[in-house]
């Protein structure tokens, strides 16, 4: 079993940053991928970026490209999502998400373990 816990959620500014954070616990963190996604209000869950085992492969949504940045600090257990120049669009719940494999990429049935979700909200 693995636990995640996402933090950094926020209100802020169109044109603004936000890094999210994701602290996972139960397992052995390095060896699987990890994901973020997000999912508006009355939207279906979308991927956002996606990091691999050892950080050496990244994965992004074309949304994301050139705005957000995934990384992960195996030591602490802890994936993050660095986004700056905001937009209204990327208002929603954003979800950390475990995968139960080394690599992994946007589909949602790669991931097997999920937290409970980060508000971010952007305004114009």
């Known amino acids: 079993q693995v636990q995640l816990v996402e933090s950094g959620g926020g209100l802020v500014q169109a044109g603004g940053s936000l890094r999210l954070s994701c602290a996972a616990s139960?397992?052995?963190?390095?060896?699987?991928?990890m994901g973020w996604f997000r999912q508006a209000p009355g939207k279906e869950r979308q991927f956002v970026a996606a990091?691999?085992?050892?950080?050496?492969?990244?994965y992004y949504a074309d949304s994301a490209k050139g705005r957000f940045t995934i990384s992960r600090d195996n030591a602490k257990s802890t994936v993050f999502l660095q986004m700056n120049s905001l937009k209204p669009e990327d208002t929603a719940v954003y979800y950390c998400?475990?995968?139960?494999?080394?690599?992994?990429?946007?589909?949602?049935?790669?991931?097997?373990?999920w937290g409970q979700g980060t508000q971010v909200t952007v305004s114009s």
């Open positions: 990091i691999s085992w050892n950080g050496g492969r990244t």
């Open positions: 139960g397992r052995t963190f390095g060896n699987y991928a």
């Open positions: 998400a475990a995968a139960d494999r080394m690599y992994a990429s946007g589909e949602l049935g790669e991931y097997a373990y």
